[in-house]
């Protein structure tokens, strides 16, 4: 069964760093997004990737947050200026059409900022 | 934002039937309803959806009232690897995003 691949699993970096997180979608999906959740909280939405442009972010996506689908098959999150609340898990989801809900997610990755 | 109302948690027993409660009381008629879970902080996993008619594949059962103001989701025989936060999510047809509420923890017990 296709699956969406995040890496790393785990990654440390210093508060004020740059950290970017990979994410390789199912090969045939034309929507991308990203998540976050914050250790014992919800899902919360990032931001939804299509056509190589963004078509929606929350208020969570602010300044300090790109995306970015570099070479057809990459689709990654960059965070410029890490913070101490910016710790969470990050999924990366993928949809294959404008169907709502079909969503296939990527295992994530864990990002702790210290 | 999430539309939907749901236990906290739950428990069942190995080899039971789990029905797991959604209230979405403000559904309106182009909005399906998608359950979801999640196994301790790993993706969340999409199980079913279904718009009016009740649904079943090879993991669950959706059961929609014919108001459409409510829904089960129905694991036929529970077992440990079941165990996980279950979120039932309604969306428009065509809506770009999932907003995930806090859902059901179940939690199956051997």
């Known amino acids: 069964e296709p699956e969406v691949t995040q890496t790393p699993s785990h990654q440390v970096t210093q508060m004020g760093q740059e950290v970017i997180l990979r994410c390789v979608p199912i090969s045939n999906h034309l929507y991308f997004y990203w998540y976050r959740q914050i250790l014992g909280q919800k899902v919360e939405f990032l931001v939804s990737f299509y056509n190589n442009e963004i078509s929606e972010k929350s208020e969570i996506f602010d300044d300090q947050f790109s995306v970015e689908r570099p070479d057809g098959s990459n689709f990654t999150l960059k965070i410029r200026s890490t913070k101490l609340e910016d710790s969470a898990m990050y999924f990366c989801?993928?949809?294959?059409?404008?169907?709502?809900?079909?969503?296939?997610f990527g295992s994530g990755t864990r990002l702790t900022v210290v | 934002d999430a539309k939907t109302t749901q236990p906290p948690s739950m428990d069942c027993a190995e080899g039971r039937a789990a029905n797991l409660p959604c209230n979405h009381s403000?559904?309106?008629?182009?909005?399906?309803v998608y359950w979801y879970r999640q196994i301790h902080s790993q993706g969340p996993q999409y199980i079913i959806h279904?718009?009016?008619n009740n649904e079943t594949n090879e993991m669950a059962s959706l059961i929609i009232t014919e108001d459409r103001k409510s829904s089960t989701l129905i694991l036929p025989h529970a077992t440990l690897r079941d165990t996980a936060v279950y979120y039932c999510?309604?969306?428009?047809?065509?809506?770009?995003?999932?907003?995930f509420g806090t859902g059901t923890r179940l939690t199956v017990i051997p």
């Open positions: 403000t559904i309106s008629g182009n909005e399906y």
């Open positions: 989801a993928s949809k294959g059409g404008m169907t709502a809900g079909g969503y296939t």
């Open positions: 999510i309604v969306i428009q047809t065509g809506a770009n995003n999932l907003f």
């Open positions: 279904g718009l009016k």
